[in-house]
């Protein structure tokens, strides 16, 4: 291809795009495509001549697009958002063409220095205190990763990663009972071990975790010969949105000199708006490392997770290696690989920088502060559905029902719902029932879209029974 064809092509997608994009209210959210569909429609042995861009196009509009579950619809209510502002695709479209492999200040000056300003940008926009650095990873996964991996080697003395961990004994770790799975992966990862992750009830209106519990527990390993390494606060969880009372949990944190990592992945973009923060950020300052992803409820598009440190020391005594093929010389700068577990790195920050510059934190704030009158709304409506009820009350956007019946008839529920096409809505489990999730969050969704969903959900119940 050369750079005509590229240009040409090039304009036909943005136009395909912007036609997909309008689109969308009219396609069925979840894909409807039986497992190997797709596989059986591709060749099995790799082209040995070129083909044509027209032929490949056709291919992807005939193949490909009937099995996407589109996640920009405005009536995905699954999951939590990955949303994809257009500012912030056209940053990604800049971002890809320049195609720069970021892992140190040299190999693209413009990366790391953007990331440091949108890294302050983010912290003014939370309320968190000066001093707060970070970084951009791709996941919340990866961030609590290289928290947990901190929490290893700041309770062994910086020595695990030197000696392995044979002989150190139980390194501890605590949470509520309502963390997304991505802190026992990483407890898995760093050989902390599932056994070793020490899980707190909850209790209260927001599910945050018993502090008194949290207490205890440290208390008993203590007096067992383990070692307590570190806590992780959730504010907005993902099964019901739990979310712990940050303060509290920090008190015993610094009683016990525990590294805390606070997982906001979703809530925290609500941040931005002042009036969450009572309820969601009281006492988050002073948190040794904070991750949010501006790729779900901001509108960043995926992949884009923020890690906020208080001091990036420990962080980097954890994960900083520096072979001759990577040292950098003259004066001091930032290579941010060092702060991270892969290498090579995106240039992330630009479309933050272009997603806040196009709407404006006012802007975002009024986005994020309809999606959660409107879950209130959707929630009352569901609510005076004959027969159903509702488990959890809205925290920030989110809310979870039940259909009647019992756990069978929930998933009977959630499977027609996204076989009928119209909304898309998943699963959870609280306190040891199956509930159904409701979250609001894609980025121009709009009340008539959320507040069609109650219909469809009444719809869909009448056919089945
Ligand atoms: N934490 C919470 C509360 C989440 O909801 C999720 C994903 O939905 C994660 C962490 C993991 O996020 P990521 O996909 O960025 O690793």
């Known amino acids: 291809m050369d750079w005509e064809d590229f240009s040409d092509w090039g304009k036909k997608i943005a136009d395909w795009a912007a036609e997909y994009h309008k689109s969308l209210p009219d396609r069925p959210v979840r894909a409807q495509t039986a497992p190997g569909e797709i596989a059986a429609q591709l060749p099995g042995h790799p082209p040995e001549v070129a083909e044509e861009m027209e032929q490949i196009m056709g291919d992807f509009e005939r193949i490909v697009m009937p099995a996407i579950t589109h996640w920009q619809h405005p009536r995905f209510f699954a999951y939590f958002p990955a949303n994809a502002a257009p500012p912030s695709m056209l940053a990604e479209m800049l971002v890809t063409t320049i195609a720069a492999q970021c892992m140190l200040w040299q190999t693209s000056p413009a990366a790391t220095e953007m990331e440091q300003v ?47 961990l044979n002989g150190k004994g139980a390194l501890r770790i605590y949470c509520s009972d309502q963390v ?37 527990a440290i208390t008993k390993d203590h007096d067992a010969g383990h070692i307590p390494a570190g806590i992780i606060a959730a504010t907005g969880g993902t099964g019901v949105g739990a979310s712990d009372r940050l303060g509290d949990v920090l008190v015993v944190a610094q009683h016990e000199d525990l590294y805390t990592h606070l997982d906001a992945a979703w809530a925290g973009s609500a941040m931005i708006c002042p009036e969450f923060r009572q309820d969601f950020w009281d006492g988050v300052e002073g948190y040794d490392s904070i991750v949010f992803n501006p790729h779900k409820w901001l509108g960043a598009q995926f992949d884009c997770s923020v890690q906020f440190l208080r001091d990036p020391q420990p962080q980097l005594n954890t994960l900083k290696i520096e072979p001759e093929y990577l040292k950098t010389s003259g004066s001091e700068v930032t290579n941010y690989s060092e702060w991270t577990i892969p290498l090579g790195r995106r240039f992330r920050a630009l479309k933050i920088w272009f997603l806040i510059r196009a709407y404006g934190l006012e802007g975002l704030r009024a986005r994020i502060r309809n999606h959660i009158t409107w879950a209130g709304e959707a929630c009352e409506a569901i609510r005076a559905l004959d027969g159903f009820e509702i488990v959890t009350e809205p925290i920030l956007s989110l809310f979870s029902f039940r259909c009647p019946g019992d756990d069978a008839m929930q998933q009977e529920l959630v499977d027609a719902l996204n076989d009928d096409g119209r909304i898309y809505l998943t699963q959870g489990m609280f306190e040891g029932r199956k509930v159904i999730r409701f979250s609001v969050g894609q980025f121009d969704t709009t009340r008539e879209q959320v507040m069609m969903a109650p219909k469809v959900i009444a719809d869909v119940w009448r056919s089945l029974t």
């Open 180 to 216: 997304h799975s991505s802190i026992d992966r990483a407890c898995w990862v760093a050989g902390i071990g599932q056994e070793n992750l020490i899980k707190i009830p909850t209790q209260g209106p927001r599910h945050g975790m018993d502090v008194g519990a949290l207490q205890a």
């Open 118 to 164: 949108m890294i302050d940008w983010l912290r003014q926009a939370l309320d968190l205190t000066e001093g707060y650095t970070g970084v951009i990873q791709d996941s919340a996964s990866s961030a609590t990763l290289s928290a947990v991996l901190t929490m290893r080697e700041r309770a062994t003395g910086f020595t695990g990663n030197r000696d392995g």
